[in-house]
């Protein structure tokens, strides 16, 4: 093997990946409720080593959802209409089972 496959990747660094993965995707009635789970989730992003690399990759996926980079969907909506933003860029197909064709994973991304 040579070294390249084992690469770290950027996820690999980030502090969110031992925390409930439901207070980076805030869902309530209330707005209070989801305004402390942002604050939450963001805290947590302001202390990531990795908080630029994941806002970026939220940025050209287009990620709608979540917090990503210590961002709301509503702030990185905001982000890409800036000609700061990277260019946005469609997902790569990731085939997870080898039963399903490659053009119905194309059009569910």
Not at 9 to 19: E, K, L, Q, S, V
Not at 28 to 50: D, H, T
Not at 80 to 95: F, G, H, M, Q
Not at 98 to 107: I, K, N, Q, R, Y
Request: net charge negative; aromatic share 6%; charged share 25%.
């Amino acid at each position: 093997m040579h070294s390249n496959d084992n690469e770290e990747h950027w996820t690999d660094h980030a502090i969110c990946r031992g925390a409930d993965p439901d207070l980076f995707f805030p869902i309530g009635y209330s707005a209070e409720v989801l305004r402390e789970q942002e604050r939450a989730a963001k805290q947590i992003c302001g202390n990531c080593p990795v908080q630029v690399d994941c806002l970026t990759w939220a940025l050209r996926v287009g990620e709608p959802d979540g917090i990503w980079g210590g961002t709301t969907p509503e702030e990185r909506r905001y982000l890409r209409r800036t000609s700061e933003a990277p260019a946005r860029r469609p997902l790569p197909v990731i085939v997870v089972r080898g039963d399903a064709s490659t053009s119905e994973h194309a059009s569910a991304a």
